[in-house]
């Protein structure tokens, strides 16, 4: 599968809100358009969405981690 890369700076979410699942897992299969998590940005959340589809991914960012543009998200 290829990368799924963050389309900006920001802080990477895995779920919608804390009490809610993640959109994936690890070992997960995922479908072209899927969201994969939201990246917040000044107290905006933007939708990362998968360009490709794959299965066994196996996500390279933690939860509520700081990432940058261009960071690798999942594989």
């Known amino acids: 599968m290829t990368q799924i890369l963050?389309?900006?700076p920001g802080?990477?979410?895995?779920?919608?809100?804390p009490d809610?699942?993640?959109?994936?897992?690890?070992?997960?299969?995922v479908a072209v358009g899927d969201v994969i998590?939201?990246?917040?940005?000044?107290?905006?959340f933007h939708e990362v969405k998968s360009e490709v589809a794959g299965a066994g991914i196996r996500f390279?960012?933690?939860n509520e981690e700081p990432v940058m543009a261009?960071?690798?998200l999942l594989d």
Do not use: C, H, N, Q
């Not at 802080?11 to 809100?17: K, L």
């Not at 998590?37 to 905006?44: A, N, Y």
């Open 60 to 62: 390279e960012a933690e």
């Open 20 to 29: 809610k699942p993640p959109y994936k897992a690890d070992g997960d299969a």
């Open 37 to 44: 998590g939201l990246i917040e940005v000044m107290k905006s």
């Open 11 to 17: 802080t990477f979410y895995r779920s919608s809100a």
């Open 70 to 72: 261009g960071a690798v």
């Open 6 to 8: 963050s389309p900006l």
